[in-house]
């Protein structure tokens, strides 16, 4: 197992080997198996992969809402040096809203339809800090404001369904940073939402993350949007993280065969006229993953080593990889 | 039958089923005995239909026949040897001195021969009814699904009760009544089937063969209609048994002379305050016992044969 | 809106014209009205007087006329047995019945939301299996013998409470209530709870299902994700969403509380309107059947058209679904 390369300054989030499975009747799904990664004060990791390959589940699993039959079977999460997966429940609930917050998919959904904003707001406050409902409605205000809402005093008095798409998702970032948290899990918070609003929000959260040294955890399909975003990238494949580095490096010149070809399925403009690239192949059933590498069947490269699974290797200063014969030639070159 | 019940059941492992041949039959019943309490269910009712069936020969005493009945034996304890000292009465006599135990075998016949006749009679109109709306559709679908759709929003012991304020109070009327209020669960059933089936290509290709209606109706659309419809058969049987019984102690069900579960419990109701609990207690035992074990049976059936739950 | 009001309107109407000429041919058209009506040792003479005074010489569309004509005006007929207005009669036992149901509504949502809640926030502990069977058990046991049971256990063996009547009562509004007297409530008691029973059953599992569904949504794993304390998620942001359906599905159940009182109120000889309709079912006393039929299908529909009103206010989509 490789180890993540040394900060000089110790990193907010630090995931190491974690393993997230569900014990189903159908069997063991093994949702998240071996991710590592690191987040630095105040940095943006985007982390990239298909639908269904672990994602989401990693994201919970920082937050510690993996629900039964789901469980974290290995690995650590340390956030700030400590062990978040060794936490109870009740020490977890004080990190929840607090130091860690989250962002959710779809903004149509995470706020309760039967009340109020500023009931949902004010809790929030509350949960953590023994404040008057005042005060925790003045924090509520401030939070609505800073995330662009105009008139956040008459907002307040809404009903989520009052609101538009995007508006909620800004009420749902407005809640995250009421405490203003040293880490914000984003699970992909501007897929649902039109282009331009997913510009006004994404340059928000960039600013807020510079302004306040908030380290953030993104979540996506969306390389673009972790391009303009993100300092560093994890590329996940069947539970797994496939690669993992600096953004601009990685999709300059990626080192997993996988990534490489995530990339050259993005339709862009440079590219125009050449036929898109895509992988062949479906992404395996994680109930049941073949062998070895599980890109293996995919995969242009695959040879008669890669029946053994490798190892997340820093193949260059910063750079790491799952695979036998990573892209090194194209490193080169670029 | 089995190739019928097998529809819509899901490939699932039998790791003890390996050399085996696997029909759809026996998938089915290996998927049903996964439930204990199913089994038991089925268990139960084989022996409660069983001793029904054999009633009239294990019974101590012939309960309808008032010439044996002595009516200084009445109301003793359970356990207790009658007058004559022939038999004991191992669950007690109710007041005109009749043998609990061959009161209850026998009620059991008159409750299981009043619900299952009447919920079998209930499918056959209902399922009719359901699968002509389901195939005709538009006027004749509309005209019967509305009378279905009024019918189930009036609770079951008022239409009960309006039928047999109707025709008065009898056991075919009973019956009646029933099959009034059972109907339409049927209808509804085979209906929301029939619909969906009826767009498959083997409806189709039968159409395409220019067989008659009848035959497309009876032996095509109706068996893959079936495994629902043994669902709701199963639970309206339970309903049947319970409504059956609930109009009896009403007093307007089964003729005080041969009486059901039901008219058991209402004679033995005066006796209860005074502390004579076994006339009541025991035949309504065995109601429950029947009801319950047909209820967990029908539960398990439509675990396993909803393809909905299945993944 | 208000066309939409319109036509539940007409539509109900609709039902309660048709429902009243099922209930005029079911009780006076099947069967021979003169043999109930009139007196076996009359003579001829005396039979047709009476058959032309009943009418029942008339063609039958015209029978049905005057039968609908009287029952605008509120008039039923005469009761044989009683001698008094059937609608009288009925509306006199109906506050017994209303008491009755009512109590049963609500200690349905007081036992069952609980039981419910419990069972859908732990599915797998011994105790919600216990709770759902239990429920199985309400939805399958006779309600009768349930009755006979709490009879036996509660008034014979333990002697807590009283096994029949409405005990004392206390005159509000021209009407007698038991629920505001000590003695009342113990009468109350058992036949509320006897009744309440298969809804108990059904408020758990829509409780259960309810919570199970909003559990997994996703603004129940924001809450948790804000770091609020499950307390506070169940209570406010669970709960608020189930009650609801929870309070709908019992008010729409109203109707069916009121039926099957018909069995507990044999039971319990509690005065209401059910015991009146067996005894006159029993008796044949066709006037009171037709009273009772004729009221209890009225309310049934009012009911129906209320919640649909309610939910049409609640829930814009019903509106637009209903074409």
């Known amino acids: 197992m490789a180890e993540p390369s040394p900060h000089s300054a110790p990193p907010t989030l630090e995931v190491r080997n974690l393993q997230t499975h569900f014990f189903t009747r159908a069997g063991v799904v093994r949702a998240v198996d071996d991710v590592s990664f690191t987040i630095g004060r105040g940095k943006v990791l985007g982390l990239v992969g298909e639908s269904g390959s672990g994602k989401t589940v990693t994201g919970f699993s920082i937050m510690g809402l993996v629900d039964p039959p789901g469980r974290i079977v290995g690995g650590s999460i340390l956030f700030q040096g400590r062990d978040l997966a060794k936490l109870s429940e009740e020490e977890m609930r004080h990190l929840r809203g607090n130091r860690i917050a989250m962002i959710f998919q779809d903004p149509m959904m995470t706020l309760n339809p039967v009340l109020r904003i500023d009931t949902q707001m004010i809790e929030t406050v509350q949960a953590h800090e023994k404040v008057s409902e005042e005060e925790a409605r003045g924090r509520a205000r401030d939070a609505l404001g800073m995330v662009g809402i105009p008139s956040p005093d008459e907002r307040l008095k809404s009903y989520p369904h009052q609101f538009s798409g995007g508006m909620r998702q800004r009420v749902a970032i407005a809640i995250a940073l009421l405490h203003r948290p040293d880490l914000i899990v984003a699970d992909e918070p501007t897929t649902a939402l039109d282009v331009t609003i997913q510009g006004q929000i994404l340059a928000e959260v960039q600013k807020l993350c510079a302004t306040t040294g908030t380290a953030m955890l993104w979540i996506t399909h969306d390389l673009s949007v972790v391009a303009g975003l993100a300092d560093d990238i994890a590329v996940m494949y069947a539970g797994r993280v496939v690669e993992f580095g600096d953004v601009g490096e990685v999709l300059d010149a990626p080192l997993h065969p996988y990534t490489h070809g995530l990339i050259g399925s993005v339709p862009s403009r440079n590219k125009r006229g050449e036929p898109l690239r895509q992988i062949p192949g479906m992404t395996p059933s994680l109930l049941k993953l073949p062998e070895g590498c599980s890109f293996r069947a995919r995969c242009p490269r695959a040879q008669e080593d890669c029946l053994v699974m490798p190892a997340l290797h820093d193949w260059l200063p910063g750079r790491l990889a799952r695979c036998h014969h990573p892209h090194l030639d194209e490193v080169a070159t670029a | 039958m089995s190739a019928v019940v097998g529809q819509g059941t899901p490939v699932v492992k039998d790791p003890g089923a390996k050399d085996k041949v696997e029909t759809p039959f026996r998938r089915f019943a290996s998927e049903f005995m996964e439930s204990r309490l199913a089994l038991g269910g089925l268990v139960v009712i084989s022996i409660i239909i069983l001793l029904a069936i054999l009633a009239p020969f294990i019974s101590p005493q012939d309960p309808y026949d008032l010439a044996v009945l002595d009516i200084m034996d009445g109301r003793m304890e359970p356990g207790s040897l009658s007058g004559d000292g022939s038999i004991t009465y191992w669950l007690g006599t109710d007041d005109q001195g009749r043998d609990m135990l061959s009161g209850i075998l026998y009620g059991l016949r008159i409750s299981l021969t009043v619900g299952a006749g009447s919920a079998f009679i209930a499918c056959m109109v209902g399922a009719s009814l359901g699968l002509a709306a389901a195939y005709a559709g538009g006027r004749t679908d509309s005209i019967i699904m509305r009378i279905v759709d009024l019918q189930l929003s009036f609770p079951s012991i008022l239409v009960a009760l309006m039928i047999l304020?109707?025709?008065?109070?009898?056991?075919?009327?009973?019956?009646?009544?029933?099959?009034?209020?059972?109907?339409?669960?049927?209808?509804?059933?085979?209906?929301?089937?029939?619909?969906?089936?009826?767009?498959?290509?083997?409806?189709?290709?039968?159409?395409?063969?220019?067989?008659?209606?009848?035959?497309?109706?009876?032996?095509?659309?109706?068996?893959?209609?079936?495994?629902?419809?043994?669902?709701?058969?199963?639970?309206?049987?339970?309903?049947?048994?319970?409504?059956?019984a609930t109009l009896s102690f009403l007093g307007l069900g089964v003729p005080i002379t041969e009486p059901s579960l039901g008219l058991l419990i209402a004679n033995g109701y005066e006796y209860m305050l005074s502390g004579k609990y076994w006339i009541s207690f025991y035949p309504g035992i065995a109601l429950l016992v029947t009801i319950v074990a047909i209820n967990l049976v029908g539960d398990q059936l439509r675990d396993v044969l909803n393809p909905r739950l299945q993944k | 809106m208000s066309v939409y009001l319109l036509r539940r309107l007409i539509q109900a109407l609709g039902v309660v014209l048709a429902m009243s000429v099922i209930v005029f041919i079911g009780v006076f058209a099947i069967g021979d009205p003169v043999e109930i009506l009139i007196s076996p040792d009359a003579d001829q003479m005396e039979r047709e007087r009476a058959i032309a005074a009943l009418g029942l010489d008339l063609p039958l569309w015209q029978q049905y006329a005057i039968f609908l004509g009287k029952a605008v005006q509120g008039d039923l007929g005469r009761s044989f047995v009683f001698n008094e207005p059937a609608l009288q009669l009925i509306l006199q036992r109906m506050p017994a019945t209303l008491e009755l149901a009512f109590a049963a509504t609500f200690g349905a949502i007081l036992i069952g939301l609980p039981l419910g809640l419990y069972a859908g926030l732990k599915p797998n502990s011994v105790g919600s299996k216990a709770i759902m069977a239990g429920s199985i058990l309400g939805f399958s046991l006779p309600t009768f013998w349930v009755g006979l049971m709490l009879i036996m256990v509660f008034a014979v063996q333990l002697g807590w409470l009283p096994s029949t009547g409405r005990g004392e009562t206390v005159e509000i509004l021209g009407t007698r209530w038991s629920f505001l007297t000590a003695d009342g409530l113990s009468h109350l008691l058992m036949p509320a709870l006897n009744l309440a029973l298969f809804k108990i059953s059904l408020v758990i599992r829509l409780t259960r299902a309810g919570v199970r569904e909003t559990m997994l949504m996703d603004y129940v794993k924001f809450a948790r994700a804000k770091g609020l304390s499950p307390f506070r998620v169940t209570f406010v942001h669970v709960f608020k969403n189930i009650l609801i359906p929870v309070v709908t599905v019992t008010g729409l159940e109203f109707g069916s509380t009121i039926a099957f009182s018909v069995v507990t109120e044999s039971i319990f000889a509690w005065p209401g309107m059910g015991k009146l309709i067996i005894d006159s079912i029993n008796v044949l006393d066709r006037p009171v059947i037709v009273a009772y039929l004729m009221i209890v299908v009225m309310m049934f529909i009012t009911i129906n058209l209320v919640v649909d009103l309610m939910y049409s206010v609640l829930d814009p989509r019903v509106r637009l679904e209903s074409k």
Request: glycine fraction near 4%.
């Open chain 2, 165 to 244: 304020a109707f025709l008065g109070k009898s056991i075919t009327n009973v019956v009646i009544a029933i099959v009034v209020v059972e109907w339409a669960y049927y209808a509804r059933t085979v209906r929301g089937t029939a619909l969906v089936e009826r767009r498959r290509e083997y409806i189709e290709a039968a159409e395409c063969l220019a067989l008659p209606r009848y035959r497309i109706l009876f032996r095509h659309l109706l068996p893959n209609c079936l495994p629902p419809l043994i669902v709701i058969g199963t639970m309206q049987v339970a309903r049947a048994i319970a409504l059956e």
